[in-house]
């Protein structure tokens, strides 16, 4: 009898080594992290490049760093800016990033470093659906 590898309870089935949350959390920290570790070299470079131009861009328009929450609405854009990873972290622990929005163009340099955090959270989800075996 010849079972298919791609059949579920075939004989060939291979395993998983490893965490399968490392490429989420990698992923999350360093954007493109995560694809990079399972060798989806042009998938990572490009949302590596897309996600830290987007972030590098907020940053020279001006953009704010959300740091507290004090309503709704900062609540939701400090999980944006989150979403960033490291970036957020060396920002907000280097003191880069504007406090209060003071020219027109810092409102949407905060919107691209919000996008940017929301578009790395799905980048690092996607990495975690390849690594289980739900996405191919």
């Keep these: 009898m010849v079972t ?3 059949k579920p309870g075939s004989v060939g089935k291979q395993t998983q080594q490893g965490s399968v949350y490392l490429p989420l959390i990698a992923g999350w920290l360093v954007p493109g992290a995560g694809h990079f570790l399972l060798r989806k070299w042009w998938r990572g470079a490009l949302l590596f490049a897309s996600i830290v131009c987007m972030f590098a861009l907020g940053m020279t328009m001006g953009g704010k760093l959300y740091t507290g929450a004090q309503d709704i609405l900062d ?4 999980v944006g800016d989150l979403g960033n990873g490291l970036m957020f972290f060396v920002c907000h622990f280097l003191g880069i990033g504007a406090q209060h929005v003071r ?3 810092a409102d ?3 919107k691209f470093i919000v996008v ?3 578009l790395n959270v799905i980048a690092a989800v996607d990495a975690h659906n390849l690594r289980t075996g739900r996405k191919s």
Excluded: D, E, F
């Excluded at 609540?75 to 400090?78: A, E, K, Q, Y």
């Design 108 to 110: 949407y340099g905060t």
């Design 4 to 6: 298919s590898p791609n």
């Design 103 to 105: 020219v027109t163009t």
């Design 75 to 78: 609540m939701l854009g400090m």
């Design 116 to 118: 940017a955090g929301l």
